[in-house]
């Protein structure tokens, strides 16, 4: 990334219509596939790369391998059979994915939500989060060779999962999140254990600033690489901790405050520089501000009280004609539902508006022209892109 | 005639809005969203005066909804202005056959990426948006668009994929009613899967 050849005779010219003009016969080019089986890989998506040297030329996502058709399939659920779907949207972070949705339903369903299970979302949304961050960490040191901080995070994230599977029954889809409320309250004891746990984590988290941020090696091939331009934030649709480490402090949980986000006491973290390194701090900080909101919840959450609204039966259940959107902040940036009801049982389009969408297509391909092939595992970890909320 | 809209609210970019182009009513949903109609022609220089006049700067999502009964496709643009906290969703209607609406990605580069796919999934042109033929998700798709109403998945399931043996559908309403009803079912037994007795 970068380390531009100054002689540009031997890269290809423009074309009027503004896309390159690679003759792949001429032997100055080569496409390289980087995925879908691929270690420098995130998820199930490739990469074509058109190479010059070792230099990328041009870029193009390739996403679809793991299509199911989720909004197609809701189409043809009742609104609560939709819920064992909306999580497998994103499998290190499915509770956005059930908060949304809630949330758009209880909409337009007109119904109030429990003070309690406003605050147990929080939780879970937060806890969400820092698993989220947990395997990012570990997917960005790798993706540089650094192999050892990912079993350190895998570590604390399964400490986190064992809270999940404490509170919910589950580890990974948790279907806790519905309408109405939440499945249950806290369990007795789980302040205590969730208070060791973020001790436990905080540990990792000093190892791995000392390890991984401290590293020369991380350092000098992220500092000042993989640069977002500000100026690319609204033309591309970048949010997130994306957003956020180029200077501008975009986040929805302040922007457009939902649950009990504005009766904590936070502020965003925010970077300067909007490189891979500073992306990366970013999420590292921002994981232990989430650490700091859940013993603000923890603290100040109402012991008592109901957890879920009464519902109709939720089998014969129709929702009155009407669309919304339901926005929240996940660990890569904007999630939201765009949920449209036309009266019936079932919904009658559920868009997903997830911030890989963006992140990985229109923005990876533009930044990934001039990087160098050993550095383009460590761009794409660095946007934190999941492809299931690409293809959905 | 001037509006009395607080210039900062929905209502107010509406009534500046409805001077320049042909707007329907505001429909508001929650403070801060709302949606509103307007024909195909003007949605490009209206999203263009949103982003550039009134700071909608932030395309949010760029999707499709199938009215099949009316034969109509609704494309829905939801802009977002952070500043002021505002989410405002412009509904297009146009006919599903020809589908085809004029292309913003001059507008935002990244709606480009929603136009593929909705080439893809709704079979909606948008002439002169880049790689709008290149294949987005599917991949030597043959049937019609598969997110259009009238596309059959369970014709199609049944038609390319072997279905695995022993597997048991059951009707949600028709289950709990037996498993809360059983008198009204004597001859089956909730308890044992598959018993349709």
Known sequence: MGLLTPDRSQYPALRADGSLDIDLSSGKYLKLWQGPQHPGITGNMSLELTVCGDEVVEGKTHVGFLHRGFEKLMERRTFIQCFPIVCRICVPEPDFNEYCYAAAVEELAG???PEAAHWIRTLILEMGRINSYLMYLGGQAGALGLGVIGQWTTHARDLMLDRFEELTGARVYHLFILPGGVRDGLPAGFAGRMAETLRELETTLRDVHETL???AVFKKRTVGQGVIDPAWLEPYGVTGPNA?????????????PYLVYPQLDFAPVTGQDSDIYTRADVRRRDLLLSVDLIRQIL??????????????????????????YVRGECSRGEYGYYLVTDGSGHPRRVNVRGPSYTHAVALLERMIVHCNIADVAALMVSLHTYPPEIER | MPSNA?????????ARLQALFPLGD???RRAGLAFVDLPATCAPPALSHLRDREGFGHLVLLTAVD????E??????????REARLDLGLRVRIPREPARMESIHDIWPTAATYQRELREMFGIDFPGSPRLDEAFILEDWRDIPPYRRDFDTLRFARENFAERPGRETWDPASHMRQRLYPEANPGMDPSVPGDRS
Not at chain 1, 245 to 254: F, K
Not at chain 1, 299 to 324: D, K, S, Y
């Open chain 2, 6 to 14: 607080d210039p900062m609210s929905l209502a107010g970019v509406h």
């Open chain 1, 299 to 324: 603290a100040r959450m109402p012991r008592q009280g109901p957890f879920m609204a009464p519902l109709p039966n939720v089998l014969h259940w129709r929702i009155p004609p009407g669309e919304t």
């Open chain 2, 72 to 81: 109509l496709f609704q494309l829905t643009y939801l802009v977002c202005n």
């Open chain 2, 67 to 70: 009215w099949l009964e009316e």
């Open chain 1, 213 to 215: 941020f401290c590293n």
């Open chain 1, 111 to 113: 119904i109030e939500v």
């Open chain 2, 26 to 28: 505001l429909a508001p």
């Open chain 1, 244 to 256: 956020r480490a180029a200077g501008v402090p975009r986040d929805v949980r302040r922007d457009f």
